[in-house]
């Protein structure tokens, strides 16, 4: 099992210790109460063949190797992602756990994504930098529309109508999926016409215009290659794209095809295996 980093911190240090792995640790970790004792604990979840040294050398703590049953039990722990100042993440469906939160942190949006077979959780590297991605596009833009493609659970367009877009379509191509985008839709208070999900296939998109200040695609590289010139033509040409689902092995390939079907890759953020980019 992947061994974890663990220290034990002052609540009063959480806001801290919250931007500092949100840099060390993007999308791999996790900041809990512990029963019976005042301190928060601060865990990193550690990529295979990582000891966890440069943590122990830069920030103390420990690490430690879990057992199955222990590995098991943080694999079912409540998804709890808190994504800059703006969002809380969660897949806790009990009420009175999402008040707490509510009450917790009262300045951002709370975000419920149960976990089925849809993907898009919020933890998982690729769906956590995409959201900070759209928190930072959301504080440059008074006024927006998003296209999320290959939407899974609707995350990121439910993110982006709690954070303000105008305009939201996400297009997915799993069966199984579009309904559970639907019912998270649904849970968050928004109708349907706010956050339109709807089954399409990208790789048959014809765009016939300029649409979308905004697109968002957490897909294959494969899928993202042979669409990138089709999201070109769907976004206005001051628009922003937010890419990932790219393997480290993958980068030079996929964000040379973004770069030939006319994209200027501005930033680019690599959390473990996986590379998310935008443009400006």
Same mark, same amino acid.
């Given at each position: ?76 722990? +409540?998804?709890? !992602?808190? =994504?800059? @100042? &703006?969002? #809380?993440? /969660? ?5 009175? $756990? ?76 799993? +069966?199984?999926? !579009?309904? =559970?985008? @639907? &019912?998270? #839709?649904? /849970? ?5 016409? $706010? ?79 996986? !590379? ?5």
């Amino acid at each position: 099992m992947p061994p974890v980093w663990k220290k034990f911190i002052s609540p009063e240090d959480e806001a801290l210790w919250e931007s500092r792995m949100e840099v060390q640790a993007e999308g791999r970790f996790a900041i809990t109460s512990v029963a019976g004792r005042q301190r928060l604990k601060v865990e990193v979840f550690l990529d295979e063949g990582d000891d966890g040294s440069g943590f122990v050398q830069a920030f103390g703590g420990s690490v430690v190797a879990l057992a199955d049953e222990d590995w098991q039990s943080v694999r079912v722990r +409540p998804i709890l !992602v808190k =994504v800059r @100042d &703006r969002l #809380v993440i /969660t897949s806790t469906m009990e009420p009175e $756990a999402q008040a707490r939160l509510r009450k917790t942190y009262p300045g951002r949006k709370l975000i419920i994504i149960p976990a089925e077979l849809a993907f898009g959780t919020g933890e998982h590297e690729t769906t956590a930098t995409c959201l900070r991605f759209l928190v930072d596009v959301a504080k440059e833009r008074d006024s927006w529309s998003l296209l999320d493609l290959g939407t899974g659970t609707g995350i990121l367009a439910i993110a982006a109508k709690l954070l303000g877009a105008s305009q939201v379509l996400g297009w997915e191509n799993d +069966p199984l999926a !579009v309904p =559970v985008a @639907d &019912r998270n #839709v649904l /849970t968050h208070g928004l109708a349907q016409d $706010a956050v339109k999900i709807e089954a399409e296939d990208v790789l048959a998109w014809e765009p016939q215009e300029a649409a979308w200040d905004v697109i968002t695609a957490n897909m294959f590289s494969e899928i993202l290659i042979a669409t990138f010139p089709k999201m070109r033509q769907g976004l206005k040409p001051d628009g922003t794209l937010i890419i990932s689902g790219i393997l480290r092995e993958q980068e030079t390939e996929t964000l040379a095809a973004a770069e030939k079907a006319g994209f200027a890759i501005m930033n680019v953020k690599r959390v473990g295996k996986w !590379v998310t980019a935008r443009t400006a």
